[in-house]
Each structure stands twice: as C-alpha cells, then as structure tokens.
C-alpha cells in the first residue's frame, strides 16, 4: 500500500514557475516508479513524466520536455515536479501516481495502481 498526497497547486502566470510536490508513505520497492500526470477540465489524464524511486532515470512527455524536472528526495519520502516557463495550456489537476510499470508502458495510466487527490495548477495569459 502507497499513499500519495500532492500539494503546491496554485495560480501563476504564463512564463513563471511552480513546484509540485509529492509526499510518498507506505511500502515502496527499488522498482516503484512515481509519475506525475494532469487532466484539464473536460479533457482525457495525460501523462507528464515519471522518476523510478530507485534510480535518478526520468522520462517526460514532448510537451513538456525541457520545461518540466522530476526529482526525489528518498530521506523525505518526496518527489517533486518543477515546472518553468509554464504555459496557458498547462492548465491542469496534477496527480503523482505509484507503480511498477515496465518500461515500454511507463506512460499508461493503468501501470499505476496508487493516487493522490491531485493540486490544481492555473496559468493565466
């Protein structure tokens, strides 16, 4: 059992930066991996990107490649995700999710078997 639990969602303007956090409790394995994906209103949950718990590998979605750093802090049981030069469409209810995906599925949704309640993230023009 993971439990999950985001925060840090808030109101920012486009060009600035924001940082979510995750704050990661219970059983986790050198193979979990914790991703972050979004959902806008009205609109399907994209994935964003995804740190393995045991290794610093990540991986992102084009569309925030560049923009978007998954990082981890084990001691804290935190990972968190920095977003600069956000954008309008960036809009979205973050949720960091827990898994162990293999790697050819590390961005579908149904590799993760644990969420948090997500944090809401406005960029405004």
């Known amino acids: 059992q993971v439990q999950l639990v985001e925060s840090g969602g808030t109101l920012v303007q486009a060009g600035g930066s924001l940082r979510l956090s995750c704050a990661v409790s219970g059983r986790t394995a050198s193979n979990t991996a914790i991703a972050w994906f979004r959902q806008d209103s009205g609109k399907d949950r994209e994935y964003v990107g995804v740190?393995?718990?045991?290794?610093?590998?990540?991986y992102y979605a084009d569309s925030v490649k560049g923009r978007f750093t998954i990082s981890r802090d084990n001691a804290k049981n935190m990972v968190s995700l920095q977003m600069n030069s956000l954008k309008p469409e960036d809009t979205a209810v973050y949720y960091c999710?827990?898994?162990?995906?293999?790697?050819?599925?590390?961005?579908?949704?149904?590799?993760?078997?644990?969420w948090g309640h997500g944090t809401q993230v406005t960029v405004s023009p």
């Open positions: 740190i393995r718990w045991g290794s610093r590998y990540t």
């Open positions: 999710a827990a898994g162990q995906p293999i790697l050819s599925a590390i961005s579908r949704q149904d590799m993760y078997r644990y």
